[in-house]
């Protein structure tokens, strides 16, 4: 507001653009607030000065005002119309235009937008409003040629489509099925970003029905392609049950029925996701099943599982599976008896026969020092005690720790003994 104020009392013309007028309009907050002017870049800058603003997208003269850390940081745009887009997804050039060139250029009708908040108006050059009346994401223009412009809309029509509920116009439609095999031209970094929006939303089961109807799943995905119906089926169920989910749970529930852990790994590289990212997501392939009849595990492994940093997620997946399971066996009586558990545990997660859980629960309410006791030695001590440095490191800290978990050793001197003797008499399932 008071940045649209100010360059108005400065005598340019100032409005709110783009996605916080469709958020505003549909009554959800805005994640951040874009403004377009006819000032251009030089002159925004000297009218909320230089040590207030930041040129971030210096190439289309865009600079961010920094305001009072609670309003966080607004976008200030010259209105402008792109040039050609030669590489698929940046036009080679703006330059600065009119409100409506400025309309016309965004990817949606939606998203197209501006609001003029002190009088408290709606501008709309492009039909917006009756499409978000109506619920539908259609392409300002033609579909296919602004797709080919920009190939990143075909994911961002899928994610608005999926996290509003909304319809896609046919044409639109039509275009991104034909189209989308070219996703491929963009980043892998902005692709695990929307990636990332669409999974971590709670309309994820939405979202990736969407991209399997439209064809773009199998292309970012291959490792999909070959999902039998009931694989879909399972997969669309715990994308479901998973309710609030951070993006390596959500990921590992889309992956969990059809492919490999080690596949994960593959798809993290490829769209370079974050180290932790990664290791989360296959850790979570990897014990998918692990919880199950927890109470008849023996302890030290169960122990391991719950000490893991991850075990919050991995609950929240066995019981999404568990929950899925359920629906699938379950007769419309045990349907019933389960829904009536959910409403009167008030948990919308836990599985019908939720005695895993709970007993995970129960454990992870055991005193920190005994259910996750310092490990007694450390790879230090390992080079002290004169083992050489290799691969062994690892497998002898985990076998000491696994008999420390079981209370076979219960001092230093004990883990060091046992060292001794893993080394001299290894196992027959030991190191190679
Ligand atoms: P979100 O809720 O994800 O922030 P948004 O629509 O605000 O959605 P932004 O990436 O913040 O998306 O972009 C702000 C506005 O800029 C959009 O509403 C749209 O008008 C325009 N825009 C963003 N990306 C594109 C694009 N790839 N092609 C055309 N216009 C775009
Ligand atoms: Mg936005």
């Not at 080919?148 to 994911?155: A, G, M, S, Y």
């Not at 116009?169 to 034909?178: C, G, R």
């Not at 939303?201 to 969407?210: D, E, P």
């Not at 064809?215 to 970012?220: C, D, E, H, I, P």
């Amino acid at each position: 507001m008071a940045a649209v104020e100010k360059l108005r009392a400065a005598g340019f013309e100032a409005y709110w653009a783009g996605g916080c007028v469709r958020d505003r309009l549909l009554g959800r907050d805005p994640k951040d607030y874009d403004v377009a002017t006819n000032a251009t870049p030089d002159e925004i800058r000297h009218l909320f000065t230089k040590r207030r603003t930041l040129a971030v997208g210096a190439a289309f003269g865009v600079i961010a005002v920094l305001g009072p850390p609670s309003a966080g940081q607004i976008e200030v745009a010259t209105f402008r119309q792109d040039a050609a887009y030669s590489d698929g997804r940046h036009p080679d050039a703006v330059t600065f235009s009119t409100p409506e060139a400025d309309a016309q250029r965004r990817d949606f009708t939606i998203n197209g937008l501006f609001y003029d908040p002190l009088e408290d108006e709606v501008i709309d050059f492009v039909g917006g409003q009756a499409d978000l009346a109506q619920g539908i994401v259609r392409a300002i223009g033609d579909p296919q040629a602004r797709f080919v412009e920009d190939k990143l809309r075909l994911l961002r029509a899928v994610r608005f489509a999926a996290t509003f509920d909304f319809a896609l116009d046919a044409a639109t439609l039509a275009a991104i099925v034909e189209m989308g095999p070219q996703i491929v031209a963009v980043s892998a970094e902005r692709i695990a970003a929307e990636m990332r929006l669409m999974l971590a939303s709670i309309h994820r089961s939405r979202a990736v029905a969407l991209l399997r109807k439209v064809g773009l799943l199998s292309v970012l995905l291959p490792e999909l392609s070959e999902a039998t119906p009931t694989a879909i089926a399972t997969t669309q169920r715990v994308l479901d049950a998973l309710a609030e989910a951070e993006f390596p749970l959500a990921l590992a529930g889309l992956l969990h029925a059809v492919v490999e852990p080690a596949a994960s790994l593959d798809i993290g590289r490829r769209w370079k996701l974050a180290n932790r990212e990664i290791e989360r997501t296959h850790w979570l392939l990897v014990n998918q099943r692990s919880l199950v009849d927890a109470e008849y595990k023996p302890w030290p492994k169960l122990q391991r599982l719950l000490i893991a940093d991850g075990i919050d997620n991995l609950l929240a997946l066995h019981a999404a599976i568990a929950q899925s399971d359920a629906q699938t066996h379950a007769d419309v009586e045990d349907l019933l008896e389960e829904e009536f558990n959910r409403v009167f545990e008030g948990n919308t997660t836990a599985p019908q026969k939720g005695t895993d859980i709970a007993y995970c629960r129960a454990k992870l309410k055991m005193p920190p020092e005994e259910l996750n006791p310092p490990p007694l030695i450390s790879g230090d001590d390992l080079i002290a005690h004169g083992v050489p440095r290799g691969k062994l490191y690892r497998w002898l800290l985990d076998a000491v720790r696994d008999a420390q978990l079981e209370k076979q050793v219960t001092t230093r001197a004990e883990a060091l003994a046992l060292v001794d003797r893993l080394r001299t008499n290894p196992p027959t399932d030991g190191p190679d």
